[in-house]
């Protein structure tokens, strides 16, 4: 009889802790799937994504090179062709 009643007990309590646990994990399953997703596929290349847009990736004066991932420096341009005559 004495084991009876504390397995009865023993499953009240599991029964009220799992209700418990539900109960708190419900608002945090809720806001999690309400968090905004961010995203960089809407920047365009050379760009990341910041809280209000996209900014360049590479500070000033370089560029993203999209094959090794490193910022490297702008060539300088060409020189002007001279004139043969």
């Given at each position: 009889m004495f084991r009876e009643l504390r397995s009865r007990t023993v499953r009240r309590y599991l029964g009220a802790a799992?209700?418990?646990?539900?109960?708190?994990?419900?608002?945090?399953?809720?806001?999690?799937?309400?968090?905004?997703?961010?995203?960089?596929?809407?920047?365009?290349?050379?760009?990341?994504g910041v809280i209000y847009g996209c900014s360049p990736?590479?500070?000033?004066?370089?560029?993203?090179?999209?094959?090794?991932?490193?910022?490297?420096p702008i060539a300088p341009p060409p020189p002007a062709p001279t004139s043969r005559y």
């Open positions: 799992a209700i418990a646990v539900a109960a708190g994990a419900a608002p945090l399953a809720a806001s999690a799937a309400t968090a905004p997703v961010t995203s960089n596929a809407q920047c365009p290349p050379g760009q990341t990736f590479c500070v000033p004066g370089k560029f993203l090179d999209t094959q090794t991932g490193l910022c490297m």
